[in-house]
Structure formats: C-alpha cells, structure tokens
Antibody
Framework: EVQLVQSGAEVKKPGESLKISCKGS????????IGWVRQMPGKGLEWMGI????????RYSPYFRGQVTMSADKSISTAYLQWSSLKASDTAMYYC??????????????WGQGTLVTVSS | DIQLTQSPSFLSASVGDRVTITCRAS??????LAWYRQKPGKAPKLLIY???TLQSGVPSRFSGSGSGTEFTLTISSLQPEDFATYYC?????????FGQGTKLEI
C-alpha cells in the first residue's frame, strides 16, 4: 500500500527555522517525484514545487523559490521542506504528494495527511 | 504562467442532482488537466487525470471532458460525500498550478 506520512504539527515564532518531513512507503521512492502543496487557512491549493528523490532534481514555483528549500534523503525514503526564517504568513497546512515521472502521470495520485505549521509571536 | 479559472466558485445542489464545474485555462494545455476533491479537514483526492481518465477506484458518477482551454467535471448523481471543494490542476507546464476551487454545498 502506497503511503506518505508527514511529520506532526509545528508551532514556531517568526524568524525561527523549520524542517518538515514526508516519508514514503509501499513503492519505489526514487522513481516518483514528491510535490509540496500549501493551503493557507480557508484558502485554496498552491503548487510549491517538486523534487525527484532519485537525483534530488527540483522544480520550484517562482513564488516559492528562495522562500523554501526542498530536499530528500533516498536512503530513508523521506522528503523535506524547510524554512530558514519563518514569517507569520507561512502559517498554513502543507501537503506532500506523489507525482509520476512521465506524461501523462504528472498528477498527484497519493497525498500525505498534511502538516499544520503555525507561526506566531 | 498559466492561470486556471474555475466556475462557479460556489454551487448549491441536492443529493441526486447532476452538476457541472468548469475550468478554463489562460492558454492551451492540450488534455493536461486533473481534478481533485477535498473534503473538509482532509487531503485532496485525485478523481480524474488527462482531462477525462477516471482514477482507479473513483466512482463512475464522476466524468471529465475538454481539451485546449476549457474543461468540465460532471457528477451525474450527487452523493452526500460529494459535498466538498473541487480543484482543477494543469499539468502542462511549470508551475503546475491549481484553480481557485469550487465549493459544492447542500
């Protein structure tokens, strides 16, 4: 069974750093992309970017490039999303999701349960 | 960047109704479109990809059509679990953005 399990909810202060995780199981982790999607409170889905754990190739949305960093450790089938200096506007639910490696499989077919990040002083 | 516009943003319907949601792309994206359903407090779920291909396990009351710039998601007979928010996503080019969502309410 394909599963993506994300790390737990975080409460941080502005300016702090954070790294959240997404562990894949039940499939070949290095043969699929992992994407990250932001959902701010009461708002829609925002595509942040994707990473290919096989070689750590990344594609960022221009809006999120420089704001977050995606990484992956294929030895433990885990992808990460990190911030070096959080802002209150980073408060959101963050989802990871699996994406296929070739057309027409660029959709997200499996999703993690989400990690709620709250940034407040 | 490609923009996606869904209509309507809100839709009221009843169990058993047939409903259609539209997604328009700012430029042609062939059939590179997916649809998702998100129930409150849950992660989105893939319904349709390649504009009209039903994801495995998704009920046949869901169907998708379209190509180029205009796409539709149709639910033939609404069930209680279908009252949720629906999103389209373009898969043609980066960034692979989502539409703003359509909230389907009872």
């Amino acid at each position: 069974e394909v599963q993506l399990v994300q790390s737990g909810a975080e409460v941080k202060k502005p300016g702090e750093s954070l790294k959240i995780s997404c562990k894949g199981s039940g499939y070949s982790f290095t043969n699929y992309w992992i994407g990250w999607v932001r959902q701010m409170p009461g708002k829609g889905l925002e595509w942040m970017g994707i990473i290919y754990p096989g070689d750590s190739d990344t594609r960022y949305s221009p809006y999120f490039r420089g704001q977050v960093t995606m990484s992956a450790d294929k030895s433990i089938s885990t992808a990460y999303l990190q911030w070096s200096s959080l802002k209150a506007s980073d408060t959101a639910m963050y989802y990871c999701a699996r994406q296929g490696a070739g057309s027409p499989t660029y959709y997200f077919d499996y999703w993690g349960q989400g990690t709620l990040v709250t940034v407040s002083s | 960047d490609i923009q996606l516009t869904q209509s309507p943003s809100f839709l009221s319907a009843s169990v058993g109704d047939r409903v259609t949601i539209t997604c328009r792309a700012s430029q042609g994206i062939s059939s590179d479109l997916a649809w998702y359903r998100q129930k409150p407090g849950k992660a989105p779920k893939l319904l349709i990809y390649a504009a009209s291909t039903l994801q495995s396990g998704v009920p046949s009351r869901f169907s998708g059509s379209g190509s180029g710039t205009e796409f539709t998601l149709t639910i033939s007979s609404l069930q209680p679990e279908d009252f949720a928010t629906y999103y389209c996503q373009q898969l043609n080019s980066y960034p692979r953005c989502f539409g703003q969502g359509t909230k389907l309410e009872i």
